[in-house]
């Protein structure tokens, strides 16, 4: 086993990891929280999260594919960027940023094929919706004020 390869998918983790604890932030803080707290967002959110590191590492694995990477590449007209393949492959510090990036690029392809291509949503899973909105309710006060008694007196005829 190349303990290299596992320094370097751990790298690859804690920045794929630090790309989901930012969104996780704005997932429980944000205007439309999807989890009142870290804990229940996670719980919702774990089904959608694992599936998105699990295409993560297939991506970063790729990496050690050169005929893969470099086909690839020279398919997108990105053939000049081979020196940064190898640079991931070597550097931890380079595979964490590669980490960070493949899960943003990775969580913005999931909300695009969301909303636009229904055919590829069935490749990531969505997040789930946001958590219902607490219902804000203005009540009118209404004040009564008496402002006299009136008192009436009647008599009653004798029979």
Avoid at 105 to 130: C, N, Q, W, Y
Wanted: proline share 8%.
């Amino acid at each position: 086993m190349n303990w290299h390869l596992i320094w370097l998918w751990a790298w690859f983790f804690v920045g794929m990891t630090m790309f989901m604890a930012k969104r996780s932030y704005w997932g429980v803080f944000g205007p439309n929280p999807l989890g009142a707290n870290y804990a229940d967002y996670f719980r919702r959110c774990w089904v959608p999260l694992l599936v998105r590191s699990f295409w993560d590492s297939l991506i970063f694995w790729a990496f050690f594919t050169p005929q893969l990477v470099a086909s690839g590449l020279s398919l997108l007209g990105w053939s000049s960027a081979a020196s940064v393949v190898a640079m991931i492959t070597k550097f931890a510090v380079c595979a964490a940023a590669f980490g960070y990036m493949v899960d943003s690029v990775l969580d913005t392809l999931a909300a695009v094929a969301e909303k636009r291509l229904p055919s590829l949503s069935g490749i990531l899973p969505p997040m789930p919706p946001p958590l219902p909105q607490k219902a804000i309710v203005q009540a009118a006060i209404v004040e009564t004020k008496m402002t006299a008694l009136e008192t009436t007196t009647t008599t009653v005829p004798k029979a």
